[in-house]
């Protein structure tokens, strides 16, 4: 089955720099690369996602990359500020359809 | 649009009880959802894929016997926790496809905490 691996679990950046957090995925069918931004105790919000016939897709400071030949994504925070500190998830669908999740990133932005 | 809701929110209850979670599609129809599991600083799990109108599909490792799966029509899906332990403690969270778009994008509820002493 599909397998996502995420990186870094942790990721401290200071306010107006740039983040970047990696996933790779393993199953070569999967068209479908959403990332979530979840605050405490509340829902998954989709913040972007970029399907496999895409490269690349950009909404005001967030990006997404999407490699299908290494099968590797990356999501792009620019220009941070202290409200983007979450846990952020990449996830990639299998080959059914269904959700797998990366474990994770917790982002945390430093005035 | 696109709305997701799920009943309770909150819920404690003894150990050997059973409780039942309801995950809501309110304004499209859900040909499926499905029910994710979380533990304090882990990712979403997924348990079980819920088909309307067929069984409920689920994830390698999850007992059916022990969660229920009812999807009776195109906007409810329930999920029982049945004979509930401590270990069973978590964060259920819910998510459906909206049928009607034919998209892969799925709408996720508020979540339920479930807390069993």
């Known amino acids: 089955g599909e397998n996502v691996e995420q990186h870094p679990s942790t990721l401290s950046v200071q306010e107006g720099d740039s983040a970047v957090i990696k996933c790779t995925y393993s199953?070569?069918?999967?068209?479908?690369f959403p990332w979530y931004k979840q605050e405490l105790g509340k829902r998954p919000q989709l913040i972007i996602d970029?399907?496999?016939?895409?490269g690349e897709k950009k909404d005001q400071r967030i990006a997404v990359t999407l490699n299908k030949t290494a099968k590797h994504f990356s999501l792009h925070i620019t220009e941070t500020q202290p409200e983007d500190s979450a846990v952020y998830f990449c996830?990639?669908?299998?080959?059914?359809?269904?959700?797998?999740f990366g474990a994770g990133t917790q982002v945390v932005v430093t005035p | 649009g696109a709305v997701v809701s799920q009943h309770p929110s909150r819920v404690i209850c003894k150990s050997g009880t059973s409780v039942k979670i309801e995950c809501r599609s309110l304004?499209?129809?859900?040909?499926?959802m499905f029910w994710y599991r979380q533990f304090p600083k882990q990712s979403l799990m997924l348990m079980a894929t819920?088909?309307?109108?067929?069984?409920?599909?689920?994830e390698q490792g999850v007992e059916k016997d022990k969660f229920l799966i009812n999807h009776a029509s195109l906007t409810l899906s329930t999920l029982t926790v049945t004979s509930a332990h401590p270990e069973d403690s978590s964060f259920y969270i819910c998510?459906?496809?909206?049928?009607?778009?034919?998209?892969?994008?799925?709408?996720f509820g508020p979540g339920t905490r479930l807390t069993v002493l």
């Open positions: 998510s459906a496809r909206d049928a009607g778009q034919g998209v892969d994008e799925q709408f």
């Open positions: 996830a990639a669908t299998d080959s059914w359809g269904k959700l797998q």
């Open positions: 304004d499209f129809q859900a040909t499926t």
């Open positions: 819920s088909n309307e109108g067929s069984k409920a599909t689920y």
């Open positions: 970029i399907r496999s016939n895409v």
């Open positions: 199953d070569s069918a999967s068209n479908y």
